[in-house]
């Protein structure tokens, strides 16, 4: 059997195409799996001094490489860096002049306070539970101020205003101690506290109330003298204005008792509270018929005869 009649002129030219095709096929397959080898770079193509226009392209004959082929990387020479080393002191540099329009605004302070949260007062170890007077009168005389509590110590002492008394300890609830007259000379309220000398143990407070002491409501406005030298002062009540004539030993208004008189000024006793008071000598306020100075006094040698 013949595969192909080379006397025909046809059945030979297909047999050389064949041929060729086939040659072509190898060859694109070895280009495409095994390459021709690398290729050296040809050396870029200078633009041509004899252009028309300075505007032209370069010349399209440049050569490139192969889009399917790519070079391998290569390591860049560092053998040429080295360091550089300044020699002197570093350049002065002019500081930029201040520009006036560039400001920095204050930060704004927040007003707004956070109040801490107040932790709860202990209590005091020792208890103070009563003191006795409570209230007293300002500008009486020294007196005893007794105390009840609980866990009282010997070595306890009592306060008032910060100002250690004389102190007896009694028991464990009971206290006195001597409240001198110059602390309650002035009316107001005073402290008391129990506690020890270097302030570990301590009670709560406690008031003392001092009051004004009672005063007599009445004005000094005159005085008689009599022959026997037994002045009497004329006083007149502030109330209804009535003039009361008392003498050495008389008693006022049930407490104040007269202990002296003199033509500058009338001495009080309180018969109750053992208080001095003084009334100076005024003119008071007139009232019809009654005398508001002092009278001229009787000349026992004065002749009555015209």
């Known amino acids: 059997m013949e595969f192909a009649d080379f006397s ?4 030979k030219k297909k047999l050389i195409w064949a041929a060729i095709l086939g040659l072509i096929a190898i060859v694109f397959l070895w280009w495409t799996f095994i390459g021709f080898g690398k290729s050296t770079p040809s050396a870029p193509a200078r633009p041509s001094t004899t252009s028309s ?3 032209s392209r370069p010349s399209s004959t440049r050569a490139t490489n192969n889009v399917n082929s790519a070079p391998e ?11 550089v080393v300044l020699q002197g002191p570093a350049p002065s540099v002019p500081e930029p002049g201040r520009n006036i329009f560039a400001y920095v605004e204050k930060p704004v302070k927040s007003t707004a306070s956070v109040t801490p949260t107040p ?5 005091p170890p020792v208890l103070l539970a009563n003191i006795n007077p409570q209230n007293v009168y300002a500008r ?6 007794e105390l009840s509590g609980d866990k009282f110590t010997p070595d306890m002492k009592v306060y008032v205003d910060g100002r250690e008394l004389p102190t007896k300890y009694k028991g464990p609830q009971q206290m006195t101690a001597s409240v001198a ?10 402290q008391v506290k129990v506690q020890t ?6 009670s709560g407070v406690a008031q003392l109330s001092v009051a004004p002491a009672p005063t007599p409501n009445y004005s000094y406005v005159g005085i008689i003298g009599t022959p026997t030298h037994v002045d009497t002062a004329l006083l007149q009540d502030k109330n209804n204005k009535e003039i009361l004539s008392v003498q050495r030993g008389d008693l006022l208004a049930g407490r104040f008792r007269v202990t002296s008189i003199s033509e500058k000024e009338v001495l009080f006793m309180d018969a109750n509270l053992k208080i001095k008071h003084t ?4 003119e008071g306020e007139r009232v019809s018929g009654a005398p508001l100075g002092r009278p001229t006094p009787r000349v026992d040698s004065e002749d009555d005869e015209p």
């Open 140 to 145: 009486t005389a020294d007196f005893t101020l």
């Open 119 to 123: 932790s709860p007062t202990p209590s």
């Open 8 to 11: 025909n002129p046809g059945e």
């Open 181 to 190: 007259a110059a602390i309650i000379a002035n009316p107001g309220v005073r």
């Open 53 to 55: 226009t300075l505007g």
């Open 73 to 83: 990387p290569q390591l860049a020479d560092m053998s040429y860096m080295q360091e």
């Open 279 to 282: 009334l100076a000598m005024t």
């Open 197 to 202: 000398p270097n302030g570990s143990a301590y």
